[in-house]
């Protein structure tokens, strides 16, 4: 079966009872067949069956040995770095997600884990940088702020993590996030410090995540075309001094997007405006459909400036270094009319005194 019929069949067999939508399950525990007799479910945070259903889902559309589902995206990263052990060393992209960065480097330090962060678009520049006590390469499929597209071919991916609150769930509704494993025996190791740390999804927020799921394909295609006119018309705005989106032609990765995406290249722009902090923050402020949040990936459109928001738990010096800069500004385009959108951006862009 093709991808969306997938999404919506695998996981939502009906039960007992032909419900067409699964029945939601918010108990924290089950009734067991006798003592150490356990069924199929115990406590909820080892397993409840609707996240199970979301967790099979997502494994199916992974083509993954195994899925689990979290209560935050930064709950499944956690997990993932439970794998490493003190002495570990991690080669992270620094074109990454600012509470990544935080985690890795204000948490996992405190275990003697360091990191080395690199241009993830550079496999050479990733290989260069492991050394013997490397266990783990973390890189984001696109980069976040600025959309470098890693050559995923020429690294090894065993481990996929979702902040799955964004396009799976798709509506800013629900907190979630969600890692497939490669292997059993990974899926394994995984499941085991899931439920030794307890940061699991709740029975509501996997029904909202396995509705979601249902329609992410169309959202996604909308949002990519969507995304793809507003970032060529911000190319032609003399108050734009650059724009970073996979699917335009000016972006320094183009092919390899198009090698590993197709035509669907996401909803996210990035732009860098002339003038300085302050013009991005005006800019910023005056938008009316654009809200101006951190977050992306939803029905709805959001803008905001990563140096003083989503990436502002970075170091100054590893902002720059990263390319982070003071008058990036960074859309997620949803599934408002892109016409519509444009003309707020012009408004906004004209307020800011740029235009």
Known sequence: MKFRTRAI???????????????????????????????AFDYSRSGNPTRARVEKTIADLEGAAGSLAFSSGMAAT????????????????????????????KICNRNNITVTLVHADDAAAIAEAIRPETKMVWVESIGNPLMSVPDLEQISADIVMH???????????????????????????????????????????AFLL???????????????????AIAQWLESHRSVARVLYPGLASHPHHQRAVRLMGDQFGGMVTFDVRGDIETAKRVCKATE???????CGAVESLIEQPATMSHASYDPAAR???????????????????EDLIADLDRALGIAGGA
């Not at 799921?213 to 996604?220: N, P």
């Not at 459909?289 to 977050?295: D, N, P």
């Open 9 to 39: 069949h695998i996981g939502s067999e009906p039960d007992s009872t032909g419900a067409v939508v699964p029945p939601i399950y918010l108990s924290t525990t089950f009734v067991q067949p006798g003592p150490g007799d356990w069924g």
């Open 78 to 105: 956690h997990c993932a770095m439970g794998l490493l052990e003190s002495g570990s060393h991690v080669v992270a992209g620094c074109d990454m997600y600012g509470g990544t960065y935080r985690l890795l480097h």
């Open 163 to 205: 902040s799955a609150t964004k396009y799976f769930g798709g509506h800013s509704d629900c907190l979630a996030g969600a890692l497939s494993a490669k292997t059993p025996e990974l899926h394994r190791q995984l499941y085991f410090i899931q439920n030794a740390t307890g940061g699991v999804i709740g029975g509501l927020e």
């Open 210 to 228: 396995h509705r979601g799921i249902k329609t992410m394909e169309l959202r996604v295609r909308e949002q990519s075309k969507s995304a793809l």
């Open 289 to 295: 459909l654009f809200g101006l949040a951190v977050s």
């Open 320 to 338: 720059a270094q990263a390319g982070i800069c003071d008058t990036l500004v960074r859309i997620s385009v949803g599934l408002e009319d892109p």
